[in-house]
């Protein structure tokens, strides 16, 4: 196609060519190729589509196309009791998925005017860690395989698991727990959980020790993330960008240390990790940072579990009372 | 911005809220006559209602004048409580009649339906909630993507899912549901098909508490 085009003719007409999600369309324009990826696509974990806009390997611009994984969590919700919602939310990200339990159970205790005890946040607090160094662990592999760096998924997967086994052990699953209850959890520990966990916690550092040296260590990936996707601190801002991604964009801001939250982050004794730069390099960076970060924090916590219940006195059939409640937490991924 | 950012010793029940009260008074004075109504939580957040004409000055005025320049989400709400109640009717029976009566949140309201967004000045860590009422026959009002370049997608989607135009988006595009999809799926009204064509069978199996029936029994 050589006749000029609009930008959205020429995605409306690539859209069209792409619908049937088995051919991967491109159509070379005065301004650039348009290339269609996905929504199947090798390098997409999930399903998603981008239509870019490309000048040599430059993307100029992208036009992504998130529906396919929208499953309508709110819909959802509209018919179901609040204790029955716990097992949506934690499959929003589901490699993070207690640090998605945490935020719902915690707006649901702000509106019926429950605290669940110091014991049960403390566990909370270790288990959300945990699960943030599960995902990012993760992340980082994954994105050493997306720019040609094989060998740092293996090691990932195989960190992580180290992870996901004290995960299951406390909880019963790995992937999904469903271990936060309105008021509390749903069991106490296992016997000798927190010091093999805090012995985890030292493997970790060793962990991040060795990815960084392959990341970093190899000179194409540095290349290929240094100076690239730099998203300046005010656009950052402006997109509502959070978590690691703002810190990366040179943000001081970490809610688990500057909002109110029942959860004892406070009681260790650990860094916001931020970097000026703001291009994808930081974004790694400052991930592998947070997971050093989140391994300190879990292994002091450790320490400190208090004795108690687990679970505050709540109705056996719990009823929340209508309301409005904001509860922000720092999700693994931002 | 204000001197008075002493928020995170805030105690939580502090019954009021001076530093949130400086912002409110600052964001009134600002809009002039915009402002409807509004809520404090002590501590946590504060909420304003202002009117349709002037919500995309409100977005203007809390970034400008109250320095919340971190955009965190924007949104829908339906009021009206769903026609079709849980989903957990059984089929056969006599429907059931419902109350269809709109009770709308803090700040309140005289629609159906709301607009909220929520935005937060770095420097403070206080969040601004903001809400406005769309008309019930025809739910429209003023984008913020001028303001706020992130609300291009959280407009869009609201759009396709409540159905309310932001007038001055100019790219107001399906976002998550397929190109032909008719409807506006987060409107109480519009059915979650699958509970009708198969109720939830739960309901009818839940067996009793060891220990009597009386539901609302302290555990323990």
Redesign the interface.
Same mark, same amino acid.
């Given at each position: 196609m050589t006749a000029v085009v609009s930008d959205r003719q020429a995605l409306a007409y690539i859209g069209g060519q792409a619908t049937d999600a088995r051919v991967n369309v491109e159509i070379q324009t005065d301004d650039g190729m348009y290339l269609n990826i996905g929504p199947q696509h090798p390098a997409t974990h999930g399903t998603l589509r981008i239509i870019a806009r490309l000048d040599g390997e430059q993307v100029i611009s992208a036009d992504p196309v998130? !529906?396919y994984m929208?499953r !309508?969590y *709110?819909?959802?919700t $509209?018919?179901?009791?609040y204790p029955q919602v716990t097992t949506l939310v934690n499959r929003i990200d589901w490699l993070g998925s207690f640090a998605n339990e945490v935020p719902f159970i915690l707006a649901a205790e702000q509106l019926m005017g429950v605290e669940a005890p110091p014991r049960a946040q403390m566990i909370r607090t270790i288990l959300f860690e945990l699960s943030r160094i599960a995902n990012i662990i993760l992340f980082l592999g994954d994105m050493g395989v997306q720019l040609g760096a094989v060998t740092p998924v293996f090691y990932a997967f195989r960190d992580r698991e180290h992870v996901l086994n004290q995960i299951e052990s406390a909880t019963g699953g790995r992937f999904h727990p469903n271990y936060d209850r309105i008021g509390g959890l749903k069991d106490d520990l296992p016997k000798g959980w927190l010091a093999e966990t805090a012995a985890t916690m030292v493997k970790v550092q060793g962990f991040c020790d060795e990815l960084d040296d392959l990341l970093v260590g190899n000179p194409i990936f540095t290349q290929r993330c240094r100076g690239v996707g730099i998203i300046p601190t005010?656009?950052a801002?402006? %997109? !509502?960008l959070?978590g690691a991604n703002l810190r990366a964009s040179g943000?001081d801001?970490d809610l688990r240390r500057?909002? *109110?939250s029942p959860l004892m982050w406070n009681k260790a004794d650990w860094k916001v990790i931020t970097h000026p730069d703001g291009d994808s390099f930081a974004r790694y960076w400052v991930r592998l940072q947070e997971v050093r970060e989140s391994a300190k924090i879990v292994e002091q916590l450790c320490g400190q579990v208090p004795a108690g219940p687990i679970?505050a006195?709540?109705?056996?059939?719990i009823k929340v009372p $209508? !309301? $409005?409640a %904001?509860v922000g937490t720092e999700n693994p991924l931002g | 911005m204000t001197d008075t950012a002493v928020v995170?010793d805030a105690p939580?029940d502090a019954p009021i809220d001076a530093a949130r009260q400086a912002m409110l008074e600052e964001f009134t004075a600002a809009l002039g006559d915009g402002f409807v109504a509004s809520h404090i939580t002590p501590?946590? @957040?504060l909420m304003v209602r202002v009117t349709n004409q002037s919500w995309a000055e409100a977005g203007r005025v809390a970034r400008d004048v109250l320095g919340c320049?971190?955009?965190?989400?924007l949104a829908g709400l339906d009021w009206m409580p769903?026609p079709?109640g849980?989903?957990?009717d059984d089929p056969t029976a006599e429907p059931v009649a419902r109350d269809l009566t709109i009770?709308q949140?803090?700040t309140g309201g005289d629609t159906r339906m709301q607009v909220f967004a929520?935005v937060v000045n770095?420097e403070t860590?206080m969040?601004l909630?903001l809400k406005v009422d769309v008309a019930d026959d025809d739910p429209r009002v003023g984008s913020w993507v001028n303001v706020?370049?992130?609300a291009n997608w959280h407009e869009r989607e609201c759009w396709e899912?409540y159905g309310i135009v932001f007038d001055g988006h100019g790219d107001l595009r399906?976002?998550?549901?397929?190109g032909d999809f008719e409807g506006f799926?987060?409107r109480?009204d519009?059915p979650?098909v699958a509970?009708i064509v198969k109720p939830?069978p739960g309901i009818v199996d839940v067996e009793p508490?060891p220990g009597g029936g009386n @539901?609302?029994?302290?555990?323990?």
């Amino acid at each position: 196609m050589t006749a000029v085009v609009s930008d959205r003719q020429a995605l409306a007409y690539i859209g069209g060519q792409a619908t049937d999600a088995r051919v991967n369309v491109e159509i070379q324009t005065d301004d650039g190729m348009y290339l269609n990826i996905g929504p199947q696509h090798p390098a997409t974990h999930g399903t998603l589509r981008i239509i870019a806009r490309l000048d040599g390997e430059q993307v100029i611009s992208a036009d992504p196309v998130p !529906g396919y994984m929208h499953r !309508g969590y *709110e819909k959802l919700t $509209e018919v179901r009791t609040y204790p029955q919602v716990t097992t949506l939310v934690n499959r929003i990200d589901w490699l993070g998925s207690f640090a998605n339990e945490v935020p719902f159970i915690l707006a649901a205790e702000q509106l019926m005017g429950v605290e669940a005890p110091p014991r049960a946040q403390m566990i909370r607090t270790i288990l959300f860690e945990l699960s943030r160094i599960a995902n990012i662990i993760l992340f980082l592999g994954d994105m050493g395989v997306q720019l040609g760096a094989v060998t740092p998924v293996f090691y990932a997967f195989r960190d992580r698991e180290h992870v996901l086994n004290q995960i299951e052990s406390a909880t019963g699953g790995r992937f999904h727990p469903n271990y936060d209850r309105i008021g509390g959890l749903k069991d106490d520990l296992p016997k000798g959980w927190l010091a093999e966990t805090a012995a985890t916690m030292v493997k970790v550092q060793g962990f991040c020790d060795e990815l960084d040296d392959l990341l970093v260590g190899n000179p194409i990936f540095t290349q290929r993330c240094r100076g690239v996707g730099i998203i300046p601190t005010d656009v950052a801002m402006a %997109y !509502g960008l959070s978590g690691a991604n703002l810190r990366a964009s040179g943000v001081d801001w970490d809610l688990r240390r500057d909002a *109110e939250s029942p959860l004892m982050w406070n009681k260790a004794d650990w860094k916001v990790i931020t970097h000026p730069d703001g291009d994808s390099f930081a974004r790694y960076w400052v991930r592998l940072q947070e997971v050093r970060e989140s391994a300190k924090i879990v292994e002091q916590l450790c320490g400190q579990v208090p004795a108690g219940p687990i679970m505050a006195k709540v109705p056996r059939i719990i009823k929340v009372p $209508e !309301g $409005e409640a %904001y509860v922000g937490t720092e999700n693994p991924l931002g | 911005m204000t001197d008075t950012a002493v928020v995170p010793d805030a105690p939580i029940d502090a019954p009021i809220d001076a530093a949130r009260q400086a912002m409110l008074e600052e964001f009134t004075a600002a809009l002039g006559d915009g402002f409807v109504a509004s809520h404090i939580t002590p501590g946590k @957040d504060l909420m304003v209602r202002v009117t349709n004409q002037s919500w995309a000055e409100a977005g203007r005025v809390a970034r400008d004048v109250l320095g919340c320049t971190f955009f965190s989400f924007l949104a829908g709400l339906d009021w009206m409580p769903s026609p079709y109640g849980k989903g957990e009717d059984d089929p056969t029976a006599e429907p059931v009649a419902r109350d269809l009566t709109i009770k709308q949140g803090y700040t309140g309201g005289d629609t159906r339906m709301q607009v909220f967004a929520r935005v937060v000045n770095p420097e403070t860590k206080m969040a601004l909630t903001l809400k406005v009422d769309v008309a019930d026959d025809d739910p429209r009002v003023g984008s913020w993507v001028n303001v706020y370049a992130g609300a291009n997608w959280h407009e869009r989607e609201c759009w396709e899912m409540y159905g309310i135009v932001f007038d001055g988006h100019g790219d107001l595009r399906k976002l998550y549901l397929p190109g032909d999809f008719e409807g506006f799926p987060l409107r109480k009204d519009f059915p979650l098909v699958a509970r009708i064509v198969k109720p939830w069978p739960g309901i009818v199996d839940v067996e009793p508490m060891p220990g009597g029936g009386n @539901d609302e029994e302290e555990s323990e």
